[in-house]
């Protein structure tokens, strides 16, 4: 059984910094690939950062590119997003999941979710 538990989200003001953190459980993750998404009240879950299996190949949705960075420690069984300069659009509930195939969506097991709230 998989199991992702995120967490770090919080309240910050705009221009400030979070970290997330997300634990994995199961040895096979480690050989996944790991992403982040993001889900907005009245929006729809989308995609903000991936990382491959090896953490060598890293993707980043535009609206966040410059500003955020997702980096993993497979010795922890830990995926992170470093999230800087942070915009009151950035605010919503974040998930991490494992990556089960090459399609945006080849997603299945996910978190319970931090939230990140911004002010402005």
């Known amino acids: 059984q998989v199991q992702l538990v995120e967490s770090g989200g919080g309240l910050v003001q705009a221009g400030g910094s979070l970290r997330l953190s997300c634990v994995a459980s199961g040895s096979a993750l480690r050989t996944s690939d790991l992403g982040w998404f993001r889900q907005a009240p009245g929006k729809e879950r989308e995609f903000v950062a991936r990382?491959?299996?090896?953490?060598?190949?890293?993707a980043y949705a535009d609206s966040v590119k410059g500003r955020f960075t997702i980096s993993r420690d497979n010795a922890k069984n830990a995926l992170y997003l470093q999230m800087n300069n942070l915009k009151p659009e950035d605010t919503a509930v974040y998930y991490c999941g494992r990556r089960y195939g090459t399609g945006p969506r080849d997603y299945d097991y996910w978190g319970p979710g931090t939230q990140v709230t911004v002010s402005s």
């Open positions: 990382i491959t299996s090896s953490g060598a190949v890293t």
